[in-house]
């Protein structure tokens, strides 16, 4: 019940964001202009294709990520649980978001694997992460933004460096060797009922740490894929506006308006994005002036583009109603999983940030 109420407190505030910009926008003509304006379809569609190769290479990620830590999974299966999750991060209004779904019906195969499971799903949630503020930072020193003439875009910038070296320092204290056999880790791996979800944990660190290849070909993929998403919304401001800026411009109003999209408290990143993009595309530009209005349309042209991507997802669900509802159920009935379960769920909802 708490989940719930939460994940509905949340969905209520991005809707509130969401009404607010549309009702600021609504007396703005250049959004009518927008909206009215014959769109670019052959150029929409390029959008929708770079955007589906960047979630697939996602998916192909987390399974390279859950082989690492010792669990067979192939590549079909990989992106069947994949789509999934991506729509149920849509649809859940609930505590079972994608991450949990998955890492639920990897338990449920693979019930020696509980701790590699939530393992394989945070490494992904965190690679993803760390790879959007690598190419977020990247960009910000390529076209200096630290010294931008905005100062809010100025203190932005200045705050996703410090978290991407905060972060760099972070993993690299996380995989040090002396990390997993320290007095902290063994105080975790001896933590009561979760010790046991500790040590899998820490031996899911161990194994990914042995494997500096994964980790390293996982990050470049994050950063390709997305870079894909950045060059799909540019594509989606081109086919909606003939005026658009730059696609450098872009390399710096995506990634932070995906940043803003990843925070705990709008709904699967509902309004938080689209408000970012409102925000950064009226101080961000140098190839002229744009306004909020502008920016919200083709924020919502690219959302649009994501829920088209997640109806894949729903022809998995429909191919597969049965078994996913079965896991979806032991998903939200914790209570009675027993206290194995209960610790299973309690972790990875934490990783999904339900």
Not at 75 to 81: T, V, Y
Not at 290 to 301: C, H, K, P, T, W
């Given at each position: 019940?708490?989940?719930?109420?939460?994940?509905?407190?949340?969905?209520?505030?991005?809707?509130?964001i969401?009404?607010?910009?549309?009702?600021k926008a609504?007396?703005?003509?250049t959004?009518a202009?927008?909206?009215?304006?014959?769109?670019?379809?052959?150029?929409?569609?390029?959008?929708?294709?770079v955007?589906?190769?960047?979630?697939?290479?996602?998916?192909?990620?987390?399974?390279?990520?859950?082989?690492?830590?010792?669990?067979?999974?192939a590549?079909?299966?990989?992106?069947?649980?994949?789509?999934?999750?991506?729509l149920?991060?849509?649809?859940?209004?609930?505590?079972?978001?994608?991450?949990?779904?998955?890492?639920?019906?990897?338990?449920?195969e693979?019930?020696?694997?509980?701790?590699?499971?939530?393992?394989?799903?945070?490494?992904?949630?965190?690679?993803?992460?760390?790879?959007?503020?690598?190419?977020?930072s990247?960009a910000?020193?390529?076209?200096?933004q630290?010294?931008?003439?905005?100062?809010?875009?100025?203190?932005?910038?200045?705050?996703?460096?410090?978290?991407?070296l905060?972060?760099?320092?972070?993993?690299?204290?996380?995989l040090?060797?002396?990390?997993?056999?320290g007095?902290?880790?063994?105080?975790?791996?001896?933590?009561g009922r979760?010790?046991?979800?500790?040590?899998?944990?820490?031996t899911?660190?161990?194994?990914y740490?042995?494997?500096?290849?994964?980790l390293?070909?996982?990050?470049?993929?994050?950063?390709?894929?997305?870079?894909?998403?950045?060059?799909?919304?540019?594509l989606?401001?081109?086919?909606?506006?003939?005026r658009?800026?730059?696609l450098a411009?872009?390399?710096i109003?995506?990634?932070?308006?995906?940043?803003?999209?990843?925070?705990?408290?709008?709904?699967g990143?509902?309004?938080?994005?689209?408000?970012a993009?409102?925000?950064?595309?009226?101080?961000v530009?140098?190839t002229?002036?744009?306004?909020g209005?502008?920016?919200?349309?083709?924020?919502?042209?690219?959302?649009?583009?994501?829920?088209?991507i997640a109806?894949?997802?729903a022809?998995?669900?429909?191919?597969?109603?049965?078994?996913?509802?079965?896991?979806?159920?032991e998903?939200?009935?914790?209570?009675?999983?027993?206290?194995?379960?209960?610790?299973?769920?309690?972790?990875?909802?934490?990783?999904?940030g339900?």
């Amino acid at each position: 019940m708490k989940h719930l109420l939460v994940s509905l407190l949340k969905f209520g505030v991005s809707a509130a964001i969401i009404a607010y910009l549309v009702s600021k926008a609504w007396g703005d003509k250049t959004f009518a202009e927008l909206a009215d304006r014959p769109k670019h379809w052959s150029m929409l569609a390029a959008a929708l294709a770079v955007s589906l190769v960047a979630t697939l290479v996602t998916f192909v990620r987390w399974q390279m990520l859950v082989q690492a830590v010792g669990i067979p999974l192939a590549l079909r299966n990989a992106l069947r649980l994949s789509f999934l999750g991506y729509l149920l991060n849509f649809v859940s209004p609930g505590s079972v978001g994608g991450d949990l779904f998955k890492a639920v019906f990897l338990v449920r195969e693979h019930p020696n694997h509980r701790g590699a499971a939530i393992a394989s799903v945070l490494a992904d949630r965190v690679m993803g992460l760390f790879s959007l503020m690598l190419l977020c930072s990247g960009a910000i020193l390529a076209f200096d933004q630290l010294h931008a003439p905005n100062e809010v875009v100025r203190d932005i910038c200045w705050g996703v460096l410090g978290c991407t070296l905060s972060g760099a320092a972070g993993l690299a204290v996380l995989l040090w060797p002396g990390f997993t056999r320290g007095s902290l880790a063994q105080r975790l791996r001896t933590a009561g009922r979760l010790g046991r979800v500790f040590n899998s944990l820490l031996t899911a660190v161990e194994r990914y740490r042995s494997r500096p290849q994964v980790l390293i070909l996982g990050t470049l993929a994050g950063i390709g894929a997305q870079a894909c998403s950045v060059l799909s919304m540019y594509l989606v401001a081109r086919a909606i506006s003939g005026r658009v800026p730059s696609l450098a411009d872009h390399l710096i109003i995506a990634p932070l308006a995906m940043l803003a999209g990843a925070l705990p408290f709008a709904f699967g990143g509902l309004g938080a994005f689209e408000g970012a993009v409102d925000l950064l595309y009226v101080y961000v530009p140098t190839t002229g002036q744009f306004n909020g209005a502008e920016g919200l349309i083709v924020a919502l042209g690219f959302r649009v583009i994501t829920i088209l991507i997640a109806l894949i997802g729903a022809a998995y669900y429909l191919m597969g109603r049965r078994e996913v509802s079965q896991v979806w159920h032991e998903a939200q009935e914790s209570e009675e999983a027993g206290p194995a379960g209960q610790q299973l769920l309690a972790s990875a909802a934490e990783i999904a940030g339900a």
